[in-house]
């Protein structure tokens, strides 16, 4: 069974940083296509950033762009999600997800990806 485990969230000021990371187990990483997604209490899920499988292809919702970076280590089946100048807005809680099937864009929709990690809690005060 493929299992995905977030760790590095934590609670920051405002413009501080974290690395987010998401361990794979259980499946064959290099041919997932993965993606980060947040939740704040009271609202949908929404993506945040995602990699192609070989990390050639990466996209961001618009809040993130500028900001966070994804990234991603084939051999340790892992994927990062670099966040920079964290602001209240970005407080929720952060799962990874993989998509096993192939396309040629990142999808940006919840229902598009097959497994989910636990989530990690990102609190950012003002």
């Known amino acids: 069974q493929v299992q995905l485990v977030e760790s590095g969230g934590g609670l920051v000021q405002a413009g501080d940083s974290l690395r987010l990371s998401c361990v794979t187990s259980?499946?064959?990483?290099?041919?997932?296509?993965m993606g980060w997604f947040r939740q704040a209490p009271g609202k949908e899920r929404e993506f945040v950033a995602g990699?192609?499988?070989?990390?050639?292809?990466?996209s961001y919702a618009d809040s993130a762009k500028g900001r966070f970076l994804i990234s991603r280590e084939n051999a340790g089946n892992t994927v990062y999600l670099q966040m920079n100048n964290l602001k209240p807005e970005d407080t929720a809680v952060y799962y990874c997800?993989?998509?096993?099937?192939?396309?040629?864009?990142?999808?940006?929709?919840?229902?598009?990806?097959?497994?989910w990690g636990q989530g990690t809690q990102v609190t950012v005060s003002s």
């Open positions: 997800a993989a998509d096993r099937t192939f396309a040629f864009v990142v999808y940006k929709g919840a229902a598009e990806y097959d497994y």
């Open positions: 259980g499946g064959t990483f290099s041919s997932y296509t």
């Open positions: 990699i192609s499988r070989n990390g050639g292809i990466t």
